[in-house]
């Protein structure tokens, strides 16, 4: 049978040092928490402040941006037979303005791709997509899109003045 010392406990209280230092774990990840809370709150204000912006110039077109890529991420399995991973495609999240549950707003559209038939690593074949409000997104990715919102916007002002060349 283990010793108290062996188990952590120097005397006293069992796993006194592990209760301070779990503590000072605590304290800070609170204040972290906190500062990431109002960055996230500040975050959802500006998207929301944005999208009455959009709704109000009354645009009403669908742009899904190529250049503001929020996360992507690899998808791999594990082979049973070589105990290898293999690549079996990757999701792509990227900035959107579309109406989304019958609503005109910024979204994000998550794209996701199967590993293609030629069998080359990284060659991927869209297989489907869906669209989400980007104020119901997950924090880091309303978090990331708010940084970007000002070269989306440019690009959605571009793209609505091309099409609007195109059919006047």
Sequence with gaps: MPKDADRGNTGGTPFRK????MNQIFESLEKTTSRLN????????????ANERLAAI?????????????REESRSLLDANTECQVD?????????YAKIYGVWQLGVRNLHYT????????NYDLVGWDDE????????LRIKAV??????????????EKLADELS
Excluded: H
Excluded at 58 to 70: D, H, I, M, W
Excluded at 133 to 140: F, T, V, W, Y
């Design 58 to 70: 009354g645009a009403g077109v669908a742009y899904y941006s190529t250049e503001c890529v929020l």
């Design 147 to 160: 940084n970007m919102l000002p070269e989306f916007l440019q690009e959605y002002t571009a793209y609505i």
């Design 115 to 122: 590993s293609a038939a030629s069998g080359y690593a990284g």
């Design 18 to 21: 592990e209760k301070i230092v």
């Design 133 to 140: 409000p980007l104020l119901s997104a997950d924090r880091e």
């Design 88 to 96: 079996v495609g990757c999701e792509s999240y990227a900035l959107a």
């Design 38 to 49: 109002e960055t996230a709150n500040s975050a959802n204000e500006l998207i929301r402040s």
